[in-house]
């Protein structure tokens, strides 16, 4: 009897895995996606956030009650040990403002993918990656796609702030970004920017 692979059941889809993958913030968004990415096969995964875990983040990410006070990155490091051990997981527990600062971009320099996940609009100088921003407010949800550095994430009225926030919007569009990426041809969509805005009340009226 043959030992069942452990992609075995994704193998026959038509999947395009990168190999390596930066995630900056690893909120409710941010935590989410990096453990979706990490269970698909990538390989090395970037995660960079200087927060720790809290009480209140334990509604709404997959850390743990014995995570909280630990950095968010050391925490979603073990997560994703415990299930993919293999996986290269490089850690930046401090703000990507800083690691810009003292080592440019090369800190990311192998990532094919960088996504940003962080509580704010101002776009980062990743215009040569696919680059890809992700958040929510309540019900609603921004995914921007590509943005330039004179844009601003979710312009608008339905442009994502850091207000109500629970289990579902950032399972959601991490889900979907995961599925987004997995499927892309990356060379294809980097530069094309696209800001999609829609609500889970939306979805669910389609159902």
Known sequence: MTTPSLYERQEVLPLSIPESVAVVGCGG???????????????????????????????????RLRDIGAYKVTAMMSLILERRPNCDIIIMPETV??????????????????????DTSTPLPFEDKVYIIGGYDGHNITIHENPKSTSIWGEGD??????????????????????????????????????????????????
């Open 158 to 207: 339905s442009r994502y702030t850091v207000t109500p926030s629970w289990l579902c919007p950032p399972q959601l569009i991490a889900n979907i970004i995961t599925s987004y990426i997995l499927s892309m041809d990356i060379p294809r969509i980097r530069g094309v920017e696209k800001i999609r805005d829609f609500s889970i009340f939306s979805i669910l009226k389609k159902l």
């Open 29 to 63: 968004v941010g935590s989410w996606r990096s453990l979706n990415l990490a269970l698909s096969g990538v390989k090395k995964i970037y995660t960079i956030d200087p927060d720790t875990v809290s009480l209140n983040n334990l509604n709404r990410t997959p850390f």
């Open 97 to 118: 403002e800083d690691v810009l600062r003292l080592a440019g971009t090369s800190s990311f320099s192998k990532a094919e993918v960088f996504i940003d996940c962080r």
